[in-house]
Each structure stands twice: as C-alpha cells, then as structure tokens.
C-alpha cells in the first residue's frame, strides 16, 4: 500500500467521525434549542368576510434552526387572540404532521362586524422540551355587516273585502347570500286621524322566504284613510350583523259607506235626539191640563121648544082652494160644541089661511043655509 492510499483512508474515516458527530451534536441540540421555537402566519393580512360568513386562517409551528423543523404535534397546542374580544377566542388548537394550525370562525360565536387584531401563542404540554413563542405580527380580521331591506305593501283587493292585508317583504345581501330571510321580528302600527288603531308584533321565521301576510282584523270606519307604519328587529344572534332599513309608511283608503250601510251616530247626540222629542210631548201634556183646568166646559142644556096649543082664529077644517104652501124648513138643531152654545127654537110655522069660497047651487041655495052646517055669526058671508 502507498502512502497516498493510506493518507486518503485517513482522511475518509475521519470525514466519517465528524459526520457522526455532528448528526449527534445536532440531535442533542433540538431539545436545548427553546429560543428557536416559531409561530408565524401563513394567511396574508387582511382577511375580510361577511357576517356570520366562514372564514379561515392558517399559521406554522417550526424550529428556527436550518433545515427548520416542524414543532411535532404532541409537544405543544396553540390558542388565538382577537382583539375586543374578552379571554381566548380558540384555545388547544392542535399542530398537525406538517406544523400548520388552522383557526376559523366558531360555530358558537359569531363574530358582529368590525376590525379585529389577531394573534396567536404557542404553549409547550407539559414535560415538552419546546418553549413557548408567540406571533410577531398579528393578521387584520375584518368582518363587513349584511344588508337587508324591508318593505310593506297593501292587498289592495283585500281592502275591496272589508279586511285589509299587510304584506312584509325581506331582501337585500343577506338573503342573497344565504337564500333565506333572518329570522325576526315585525312590528305593525295602524293609525287614522291621529289615532292607533292597532299595533301587533309577528315573528319572520328563519328560513321563510315568502312573503309575510297580516290580516288587519279590526273594525274600521267607511271611507277613512289608514296609515300603516312597519319595523322589522332580528334576533339578537344576528341583529349585530345586519344593517336593517326600515319600510316606508303606507297608506290605504277603505271604501266609502252605502245607503244601507250604518252611519255612525255620536252617543251625546243620540241623546240629544231622544230627549227633544220627549220634552215636548210632556209640554204638550202639562199644557193641555192647565188649558183644561182654566176654561171648564158649560153644563149643556135642553132647547127649549115652545108648543102652540091654540089654533088660529080664523081656520077653516074644509078649505075649498088651497093655496100653494111655502115649503117647510126643517128646523136644525146643531150639536153642542166645545164650548158649548145654546140654541134657540124656531117659531113653527103657521098653516096658509085659504079664503073661503061660496058654493052657489043652481037652485040658490047655498051651504050655509044647510041646517047640517050651521052658519057661523062671524062669517061674513
């Protein structure tokens, strides 16, 4: 053997040492090397969502020293940080093979919108020869609030009905998105003339995309016109997430009264209609009694009638011509009025005085010498 050979062999045993040596230097290093710990974000600053949106960060866990060397997974956890956030927003989140650490929105707790400041720790397990680090730059966590818009209309055919309809409506981002409506509450006010009418509250079930229907139920006046005023509020869950703009008002007519419809009638003046009516006829009444007592009626008397018992001095029982008799008028009694008043008889009438005649027989004599009819000295015949 040469000595060139012998000195390469040397030297490739003693490559051979120092390599050994070296692997164990470096092994025996790893759980001294607590200062090379690191903790550092992969996702880049800022990350943005929506509302309840999902959202996802990743972070690395490695030794500092080249080759870097994934922190293995059962010497230590790590917990996140958010900034206004009170305590740990997640905390043990576990280090997988490759050192990565995934932290995303919590189904538990929905974060309302804002800007936050993230951060996380690295914390060794107990008995771990690895030295807790931290983050040196925290990442930009920014959540953005969903829009919704709310609207109400009138059924204006219900209205025809005499049972007025409101229809609610929900639309905006954040139906968009989740193609369903926030589950809520509406709040309804009727009004005319400066009066409520009604005020009621319904529950927006989550997830109802139809449209909400109210029937107004109340009885309402003919031919008014009925202001309708709506909000909508989410459930606390969501009513941080949500920029919510309130309907407009809304206004609707009901049709004007028939002639057999009922009018309204005011209470004091159907008093007032019943009570005149009533005092006058006791007026009436009291009156007419004192107009009684004040002119009592005369006691009603019997007509006299005065009877003729003589007979008129010159008649003759046995007229030879009548003359003609004037028609007689009957005499008319009249019924006693109020007051009463007396009536006075007529004369009765006297029988027409006829003149006598001579009946002259041929033989010259005459009634008056008939001893059967004795002349009367008076006649002058």
């Given at each position: ?305 005065e009877i003729v018992n003589e007979m008129p001095a010159e ?19 009249q019924s006693p009025q109020y007051p009463p008043t007396q ?39």
């Amino acid at each position: 053997m040469t000595a060139r050979n012998v000195r390469v062999r040397v030297a490739a045993a003693a490559g051979a040492v120092l390599g050994l040596l070296g692997l164990q230097l470096t092994i025996g290093a790893v759980p001294a090397s607590a200062e090379g710990s690191q903790i550092a974000f992969v996702t880049a600053s800022p990350v943005q969502t929506a509302f309840g949106g999902n959202w996802n960060v990743q972070l690395s866990t490695r030794f500092a020293f080249q080759p870097s060397v994934a922190i293995p997974a059962d010497q230590a956890t790590v917990d996140v940080f958010l900034s206004g956030i009170e305590g740990t927003f997640a905390t043990h989140l576990p280090i997988q093979p490759d050192g990565s650490v995934y932290v995303s929105q919590s189904a538990a707790t929905t974060l309302p919108p804002g800007e936050y400041q993230m951060t996380a720790t690295l914390v060794p397990v107990p008995g771990s020869f690895v030295e807790g680090s931290q983050t040196t730059t925290p990442l930009v966590l920014t959540i953005t609030s969903y829009a919704v818009d709310a609207e109400i209309s009138i059924d204006q055919g219900s209205v025809a009905d005499g049972e007025p309809v409101i229809e609610a409506r929900l639309s905006g981002q954040f139906v968009e998105a989740t193609e369903a409506v926030p589950a809520g509450t509406w709040a309804f006010t009727v009004a005319a003339k400066g009066d409520t009418v009604l005020e009621a509250e319904v529950a927006q079930d989550a997830g109802n995309d139809d449209v909400l229907r109210y029937a107004i139920t109340e009885k309402l006046d003919k031919g008014v016109d009925y202001t309708v005023s709506a909000s909508f509020m989410p459930v606390d869950a969501l009513a941080a997430g949500l920029e919510v703009t309130q309907p407009d008002d809304v206004t609707f007519h009901t049709p004007d009264g028939g002639l057999a419809d009922p009018v309204a009638y005011p209470l004091w003046l159907l008093i007032v209609t019943c009570l005149v009516p009533l005092a006058l006829a006791i007026a009436v009444v009291v009156l007419t009694v004192r107009i009684g007592k004040s002119a009592a009626p005369a006691a009603v008397t019997a007509p006299t009638v005065e009877i003729v018992n003589e007979m008129p001095a010159e008649w003759d029982p046995f007229p030879l011509q009548n003359a003609a008799a004037e028609p007689v008028q009957p005499t008319q009694v009249q019924s006693p009025q109020y007051p009463p008043t007396q009536v006075q008889p007529q004369n009765p009438p006297v029988p027409p005085q006829e003149t006598p005649t001579e009946r002259i027989e041929p033989s010259g004599w005459t009634l008056s010498d008939d001893p059967a009819f004795p002349r009367d000295p008076n006649d002058p015949r």
